[in-house]
């Protein structure tokens, strides 16, 4: 079986080298594997939750897209498009904000961080905050249900919000599904062996601390000024280094095969310089971003080859969210009129699930009836008469009154058959 696997990014920013590592490369690595059903896509809606400025909004879209392309995602394999160009994501949207405990929304952690600081600002608590912001999982959980991915790979931080999605599901499939899983449960998924790549300073690589190697912005320049900057010891060149204390050194193993690592590790110790094992991490890196810088300014340069590829996304994304919608919304009761069932199909329907009479002659040339409940066992059985019309004459008496005609009437109860049984059907028979 494949697993559907599904990614999003928010467009707010610029990839930098800590993105590649972490989040870039390994997906599109995942993607590859043949049992995977790999789902990526930006989210520009998210953005817009962060961000009120277009210019920013409409930069940031395309480059994380040309830097996703130019990394190597394949989008014939990968189902690659834009949040926005679902509509079917907003209409699930809705769907879920309306199964959603608002006391669930209010334990969120983007939110209560919001809180949290105002409070400590001695403002408001919701002070600046959007209902964007306040009803962001559900968004998220739209991304992730109108699909039915199983997998999510994410950061820690993002882990309560997959299982809000799930609870959300959980939730709908239990008011709305009859019994049908119209969800499926995602996962979470942590990368576990994936490092997260420090930054100059040897904290995790962040615009938030300033500290970012750049990934295709500024070209080769750009990545050796910010190795240039890279925090190191006062070690002079032949004094041997503590390579295990370096993040010089993490970042070397983020692009280095295992024997060039530990290659680098020993010059190290043998008194290699900084300034010398740092043109080395410059070469190594070029090595891998280099061939992928040069289809990024390709992309760049060419925007509507990356807006035809989205739209085929966007094709291939709808062809999956479009049915799995029309199915929610009969779930939730938005059905067109004409798919409702009219009154005279309603007695038609009902009709089948009565008890029912038979009058019918045998091969002994003599005439019965049995009434039989609606899911055809024998209830009642008459003894032979000679003429049609008694047999008629019976069946109209036992319709008309009931269970009072039963002691009079010649005829046996069926096989474990009580007499309140029988009594029923006719009662039945008689509200009809
Ligand atoms: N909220 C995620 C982040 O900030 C981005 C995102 C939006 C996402 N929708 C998603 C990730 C669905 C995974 C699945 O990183």
Redesign the pocket.
């Known amino acids: 079986m494949t697993t559907r696997v599904?990614?999003?990014?928010?467009t707010t920013g610029t990839p930098h080298l800590g993105n590649y590592v972490g989040a870039i490369r390994p997906a599109i690595e995942a993607s590859r594997k043949a049992d995977v059903d790999a789902f990526f896509?930006l989210?520009d809606y998210?953005a817009l939750i962060k961000c009120d400025d277009p210019a920013r909004i409409e930069r940031s879209r395309i480059e994380i897209a040309a830097t996703w392309l130019a990394a190597g995602l394949d989008p014939e394999r990968v189902t690659f498009y834009r949040?926005s160009d679902i509509p079917e994501i907003t209409e699930l949207n809705w769907l879920l904000t309306c199964v959603t405990a608002k006391g669930q929304m209010n334990r969120a952690h983007a939110y209560k961080a919001s809180t949290d600081a105002n409070e400590a600002a001695g403002e408001e608590p919701d002070h600046g905050v959007t209902m964007g912001l306040f009803c962001?999982p559900i968004?998220?959980a739209a991304?992730?249900l109108i699909f039915n991915?199983h997998k999510?790979?994410?950061?820690r931080?993002?882990i309560q919000?997959?299982e809000m999605?799930r609870d959300v599901a959980a939730r709908f499939n239990h008011t709305f599904g009859a019994g049908r899983e119209l969800f499926v449960l995602p996962e979470a998924h942590i990368e576990e062996h994936v490092a997260t790549l420090p930054g100059l300073d040897g904290r995790k690589m962040s615009k938030s601390y300033d500290n970012t190697i750049p990934l295709f912005e500024g070209g080769a320049k750009a990545i050796k000024d910010a190795i240039a900057r890279i925090v190191t010891d006062s070690k002079l060149p032949g004094e041997p280094k503590e390579p295990d204390n370096s993040h010089l050194v993490t970042i070397y193993e983020a692009f280095a095969s295992a024997d060039e690592a530990a290659a680098f590790r020993a010059a190290l110790v043998g008194g290699l310089g900084w300034g010398e094992a740092k043109q080395q991490l410059v070469q190594l890196i070029e090595r891998e971003i280099a061939p992928m810088r040069a289809r990024y300014e390709t992309l760049m340069a060419n925007p509507e080859q990356i807006e035809e590829l989205l739209q085929i996304g966007a094709r291939k994304a709808r062809a999956i969210a479009t049915p799995l919608l029309q199915e929610l919304r009969h779930a939730v009761g938005l059905r067109r009129f004409n798919a409702i069932a009219k009154p005279a199909d309603h007695a038609e329907k009902a009709k089948g699930a009565l008890p029912l009479f038979k009058q019918y002659r045998e091969a002994d040339g003599r005439f019965y009836f049995k009434l039989t409940s609606h899911d055809g066992r024998v209830l009642l059985q008459s003894e032979g008469f000679d003429a049609g019309r008694d047999a008629g004459q019976w069946v109209g008496k036992l319709k008309k009154e009931g269970a009072a005609a039963l002691s009079d009437a010649p005829v046996s109860l069926g096989a474990g058959v009580a007499h309140d049984d029988v009594a029923a059907a006719l009662a039945q028979l008689a509200a009809e």
């Open positions: 599904l990614t999003g990014v928010t896509f989210a998210h949040q962001y968004l998220m991304d992730i991915a999510i790979p994410v950061g931080d993002q919000h997959i999605a």
